[in-house]
């Protein structure tokens, strides 16, 4: 269920977790949202990015989970070519937190189920910022099925 929503959390944990998938973004959403990981969610887009932000059940951390979309600019919705392209760009979670933190072991369970609900690997680590919309992702830990 996509509603809109209120401001996200204030801030986040430098911590990450990152998948690959060809799925379109909202569809994975929807997965996390039916599989009762997350609550209700708001997804947008703009020239670069497509987002989702969404509340963690049972929790008082936030997801704000992103990727680029620049291939839509060039692929038939939802075609083999446009889910190829799909494959190539991170799929990236933020925890946002107001004033707790989310331990890493908090972090390393929500991987986990991430993992199990969408079957694909799923990385924790860093991401550093190259400049522009470009980011280096130092994987420490994965999660595969």
Request: glycine share 4%.
């Amino acid at each position: 269920r996509c509603i809109q929503c209120a401001p996200m959390k204030s801030k986040r944990k430098n911590y990450k977790l990152w998948f690959y998938s060809e799925k379109h973004l909202e569809d994975i959403a929807t997965e996390l949202h039916n599989e009762k990981l997350i609550g209700e969610y708001y997804y947008d887009y703009e020239n670069v990015y497509e987002w989702i932000e969404a509340q963690l059940i049972d929790s008082s951390f936030e997801f704000n989970i992103s990727r680029k979309h620049s291939y839509w600019n060039d692929y038939e919705e939802g075609s083999a070519e446009q889910q190829a392209e799909n494959l190539k760009e991170p799929i990236t979670i933020m925890l946002m937190f107001d004033s707790k933190e989310p331990s890493d072991i908090i972090i390393e369970e929500t991987a986990k189920q991430i993992n199990l609900i969408l079957t694909c690997p799923v990385y924790l680590g860093t991401k550093n910022y190259l400049g522009g919309d470009d980011y280096e992702y130092i994987k420490t830990k994965e999660i595969i099925c």
